[in-house]
């Protein structure tokens, strides 16, 4: 195994990066490289990322009975966001919340780990939900076979029963993606038993390329050599690092609040 990722921590959004593009796993991961923009051109997808956080903030507070704060400084939206979130999500005093819940799985010996928007308990039952704010409207056509989905169901499944010492079936566990900008309704995910044998397997799978992919030149004994997914190109931020060229104006291919 390669030694840089002896102490690794898989997450939903280092596995999706490697299946976009190994190369972008290794300048992420590996060689710890951070690349921003500070360009005008760039400045709209960081004011958004920063959105989202404020954002996920607020219903971070919402959720722990914590007093929201919003103000005439705060982003015009906020306020109907959080009407939605509220009439959508009310608080019954019967269910407990988990807002920015983390966790973590020794699965097979990898460390794995999820940070959940929301966590509800529902008796015998976890709803997952997460919120996106994306100015574009999500396209929920594969949601369900999302890295996302697959690792947050799997960790709620293998986790969250153990820490809150209960006995919840697969199919009592369900995920739910909610975009307060454009919906009014939510899309929820089933899970059951056979999905999460084959969401277990389909990690392990993933993981197992991770490791055993040759990140440095000079080493043969790997399985896979270090590629680069040239379809990905013109959306990732080391398009200017790879190939000398720009992205399309500051737009990214994958999830930008995924985390």
């Known amino acids: 195994m390669n030694s840089c990722l002896k102490s690794f921590r898989y997450s939903q959004n280092s596995i999706n990066t490697y299946k976009s593009c190994p ?9 710890k490289i951070n690349w921003k923009y500070d360009d005008i051109e760039h400045r709209e997808y ?15 507070r919402y959720f722990s009975n914590i007093p929201l704060g919003i103000n005439s400084s705060t982003n015009i939206n906020f306020q109907r966001w959080m009407d939605k979130v509220k009439k959508l999500v009310p608080i019954k005093e019967e269910y407990l919340y988990l807002p920015e819940y983390e966790v973590m799985l020794n699965l097979e010996g990898n460390i ?8 509800i308990i529902k008796d015998d039952k976890i709803e997952i939900w997460d919120w996106k704010t994306e100015n574009k409207k999500f396209n929920y056509k594969n949601v369900e076979s999302r ?35 454009f919906d009014d309704n939510c899309v929820s995910i ?15 799978s993933y993981i197992d390329d991770i490791k055993n992919t040759n990140y440095n030149k000079e080493d043969k004994e790997y399985k896979y050599e270090l590629v680069k997914n040239k379809k990905h190109c013109k959306y990732c931020e080391f398009n200017k690092l790879c190939n000398n060229e720009e992205i399309d104006r500051g737009v990214f291919e994958e999830d930008i609040y995924e985390c």
């Open 190 to 204: 089933s899970y059951d038993n056979e999905k999460h044998k084959q969401n277990k397997n389909k990690v392990l």
């Open 23 to 31: 190369l972008k796993f290794k300048y992420k991961y590996i060689n």
């Open 147 to 181: 890295i996302q989905t697959i690792v947050y169901m799997l960790l709620a499944k293998e986790v969250i029963p153990k820490l809150l010492d209960k006995d919840i079936d697969a199919q009592n566990i369900s995920m739910k993606y909610y975009q307060p900008e």
């Open 46 to 60: 960081y004011e958004s990322l920063k959105t989202g956080t404020d954002f996920h903030l607020l219903c971070e």
């Open 112 to 119: 794995i780990q999820a940070k959940y928007d929301l966590v």
